[in-house]
C-alpha cells in the first residue's frame, strides 16, 4: 500500500459510523439492486449481500419474479421484490399470455406502469446498484431508464454496472452531468463506453494511464467513473485517484458485483456522515465523498478477492469474496469503535 493510498483511506475512515446504541434500523444504509433476471440470479445477490456485509442496514434486491424465486432461497437476510418483468421468452408465452386480461397483460410489458411500481420505494432508499444481473431485455431496459430518471430528480446516488451501462452507451445523457453517478466498466465495458463518447484509444505513456477515465468523466459532465483493472482509476474529471492494493490473480466473473454493493454501502454511510448522525472533526465536503466512498468500496473490494485467491486459488469464485467482507474491513480499517475520540 503507497503512502498516497493509505492518506486517501483516512479520509474513507471518516465515513464510516461508529455503532452507537442510539442509532435505530435503517439509518446507516438502506440499499436496493435492481437486477436479476430468469438467466441471472447470482448477481444481485452478490451485490446486496457484499453490501450488508459490510455494513448497510437494509439490503433489498428488486428482480423479475423468476429471478425473486430463486434469489429467495440464497439468504433470508435480503428482501426481495418481484417488480421487473421481462419480455415473454418464447413466442408460445407471448401467445398465451396475450389471451388473458389485455389489463393485466399491458401492467407487465408497459416499462412506465413497472417503473411506477418501484420508483415509490426510492423514497424508503438511500442508495441504488443498477445492473447485475440486469440483461438486455428491452422492458428490463427501458424500465430501469425510467427509474433512473426519477432517482435523480430525488438526488440519489446511484451505481451503474454490467448491462445498466449498455443505457448510457445508448444514451449517455441519461446520467451526464449528474455527480451522484457511479459507472463500473471492466475492460470491456470501457472500451463501449469509450467508443460511444468518441474517446479513442490511445497508446499508454508513461504518467498517463488515468487520461482516458478522466476524459470518460468529463465527457459524461462530472459523474464518477471507476475504471477497473491490475489498479483501479476512479475520476469525475476533477479528482483522480488510483487504488494499487494488491488483489486475487483469479478473474471469476462476479467479483465486479461485491465492488458495486461495497460502494453502496459507503455511500450509503456518506448519507449519514453527511447528515450528522454522529459527531466528526473537520467535516469533508459532500463533493469530496463520492469519491471517497468509491474508493473504500475499491479497497475492500480488492482485499476481499486478495484474502480469497490466498484460500482458494483458482478455485476461486465470486461466493468466496462475499466470505471476506467483513475480515477485508477489519485488515484495512480496524476496529473503528475503538477510536474513542471519534464519539
Keep these: 500500500m503507497s503512502s498516497a493510498t493509505k492518506e ?67 439468504s433470508p437476510n435480503i428482501m426481495v421484490h418481484p ?9 408460445a408465452k407471448s401467445a398465451g399470455e396475450g389471451k388473458g386480461d389485455d389489463a393485466h397483460h399491458r401492467h407487465d410489458t408497459d416499462p412506465k406502469e413497472i417503473a411506477n411500481r418501484i420508483i415509490p420505494m426510492l423514497s424508503r432508499l438511500h442508495v441504488l446498484v443498477i445492473g447485475p444481473g440486469l440483461g438486455r431485455d428491452p422492458l428490463m431496459q427501458e424500465t430501469v431508464g425510467l427509474v433512473i430518471k426519477a432517482a435523480q430528480e430525488q438526488n440519489m446516488p446511484m451505481v451503474l454496472d454490467a448491462d445498466a451501462l449498455l443505457l448510457i452507451c445508448n444514451d449517455p445523457d441519461l446520467v451526464r452531468g449528474y455527480k451522484q453517478a457511479i459507472l463500473t466498466p471492466n475492460v470491456v465495458e470501457f472500451e463501449r463506453l469509450a467508443k460511444a463518447l468518441n474517446i479513442e484509444e490511445e497508446v499508454a505513456k508513461e504518467g498517463s494511464e488515468t487520461d ?19 489498479k483501479d482509476h476512479l475520476s469525475n474529471g476533477t479528482v483522480t485517484y488510483s487504488v494499487d492494493l494488491q488483489g486475487g490473480r483469479k478473474r ?36 469530496e465523498t463520492v469519491g471517497l466512498a468509491v474508493f473504500g468500496g475499491s479497497v475492500i473490494t480488492r482485499e476481499c478477492s486478495r484474502l480469497a485467491f490466498a484460500k482458494r486459488g483458482r478455485s476461486l469464485q465470486a461466493s468466496d469474496l462475499t466470505d ?20
Design 212 to 230: 482516458r477515465v478522466e476524459r470518460l468523466a468529463r465527457e459524461l459532465g462530472g459523474v464518477m467513473v471507476l475504471q477497473k483493472g491490475g
Design 83 to 91: 417488480l421487473m418483468r421481462s419480455l415473454p421468452s418464447s413466442p
Design 8 to 74: 486517501i483511506l483516512g479520509l474513507v475512515r471518516q465515513l464510516i459510523p461508529p455503532m452507537l446504541e442510539r442509532f435505530h434500523k435503517g439509518q446507516l444504509g438502506r440499499i436496493a439492486v435492481i437486477g436479476g433476471s430468469e438467466d441471472y440470479t447470482g448477481a444481485p445477490y452478490f451485490s446486496a449481500m457484499a453490501s450488508a456485509r459490510l455494513g448497510c442496514d437494509l439490503s433489498h434486491v428488486i428482480c423479475t419474479p423468476t429471478a425473486a424465486t430463486v434469489i429467495k432461497t440464497y
Design 324 to 343: 471476506e467482507v467483513h475480515t477485508a474491513f477489519l485488515n484495512i480499517f480496524g476496529e473503528v469503535d475503538e477510536d474513542v475520540s471519534r464519539l
Design 252 to 287: 471469476s466473473g462476479g467479483q465486479g458485483d461485491t465492488l458495486t454493493g461495497s460502494i453502496a454501502t459507503f455511500l450509503g454511510w456518506r448519507k449519514a456522515y453527511h447528515e450528522g448522525l454522529w459527531e466528526v472533526k473537520n467535516k469533508l465536503k459532500e463533493e
